[in-house]
């Protein structure tokens, strides 16, 4: 498949790049992951007015979606520019909201998705997955339990997390929004639309990652040369990019899949979370051992995409879950347990 982006895309991509660039963005990483949401929030709300978050929420709640590809399209800059938050999870919620068939909670809700009033989470909790993004502090919280919704109404301490930023709480109590077979449709859709916009931050952390080694491998010397000259180096780099470059079609043309409905969606869904996911996964790999000891400083602002790698590799869906998707037909779609497995290890690896 040759994908290319529209001029408005390529623009779109371009203001955002802009707007995060002049953003300070580990500035407001750090502040996020130390519990001062304050930066995070007025981010959120510039992103809001750039129209990131109408993507997911259709014209009569007052959004432009929804739109998978320019999702991914934006995603892929939030990730380069590692801004913190229940970004995923926000518009997962606004997905589900979309299809659940309940039109008083999308009234009440969607429209203050799409202008950045909101934050929210999104979740399938099970016994094994009990935590939340963002449960201590976004302003509602979806929690998904078999064929029923909750709005949690508090949350409990964070759970620590390899990525600081990635605050996960337990939600608690709430009252019953919903139950029955809409539930879980609408929760199978919200689960393609994280995984899909979770695959594009992805690639845009190993972006990021493989540029910046690349700036510090001609900048540093050994034996009185740029270790970037070293063949093993080259090799090591070469490898990096070419996992990267064969993640992002795969991303495109999952994102060109669930805009059409097509059959194929939640497959390529997943091919494209297992290759994005893994591709961030190396370049984290290779940041680290190409900085050597510097790689492991937390004054490093290379720190915070490098430990975002992992969780962002198995949350909404593992290695393996996904494969697995692929690998057998995507037989049993109305169940959820691949999904359910998916937050569960996802949950068992931040911890």
């Not at 998705?113 to 099970?126: D, E, K, P, W, Y």
């Not at 919280?141 to 064929?147: E, L, Q």
């Not at 689960?191 to 080694?213: D, E, F, N, P």
Request: hydrophobic content about 50%.
């Amino acid at each position: 498949m040759r994908f290319l982006l529209t001029d408005e895309q390529r623009e779109f991509t371009r203001a955002l790049d802009g707007m995060l660039a002049a953003s300070g963005t580990p500035t407001v990483v750090r502040a996020w992951a130390a519990g001062d949401t304050a930066p995070g929030r007025a981010l959120w709300s510039r992103l809001a007015a750039a129209g990131v978050f109408a993507l997911a929420v259709p014209e009569r709640h007052g959004g432009v979606g929804p739109l998978p590809v320019e999702l991914a399209v934006a995603f892929t800059e939030l990730g380069r520019h590692a801004v913190p938050g229940p970004l995923v999870e926000t518009v997962a919620a606004a997905a589900f909201l979309d299809r659940l068939d309940d039109e008083a909670a999308a009234a009440a809700w969607l429209p203050a998705i799409a202008s950045g009033q909101s934050a929210v989470s999104f979740a399938l909790l099970s016994p094994d997955a009990p935590y939340a993004l963002d449960a201590a502090t976004a302003d509602g919280v979806f929690a998904v339990n078999g064929d029923t919704v909750r709005l949690a109404e508090s949350a409990g301490a964070v759970q620590p997390s390899t990525d600081p930023a990635r605050r996960l709480a337990r939600p608690l109590g709430g009252a019953v929004l919903a139950r029955g077979p809409a539930v879980t449709a609408a929760a199978r859709y919200a689960t393609h639309i994280a995984r899909l916009t979770t695959a594009a931050q992805s690639l845009g952390v190993g972006r990021t990652l493989l540029a910046h080694t690349v700036d510090y491998v001609g900048q540093r010397t050994q034996f009185g040369a740029a270790i970037g000259s070293f063949q093993a180096v080259k090799h090591r780099l070469a490898d990096t990019l070419i996992a990267l470059e064969f993640a992002q079609p795969l991303v495109h043309s999952a994102a060109l899949a669930l805009a059409a409905d097509d059959p194929s969606a939640d497959r390529e869904i997943a091919a494209a979370k297992v290759a994005a996911g893994e591709a961030a996964y190396g370049a984290a790999r290779t940041a680290l051992h190409l900085h050597g000891a510097l790689g492991y400083t937390d004054e490093l602002d290379l720190s915070l995409w490098i430990r975002k790698a992992r969780p962002l590799r198995d949350a909404w869906g593992t290695p393996a879950v996904c494969r697995g998707r692929v690998l057998a037909g995507l037989a049993p779609t109305s169940e959820l347990e691949p999904e359910r497995a998916s937050a569960s290890a996802s949950a068992q690896t931040e911890s």
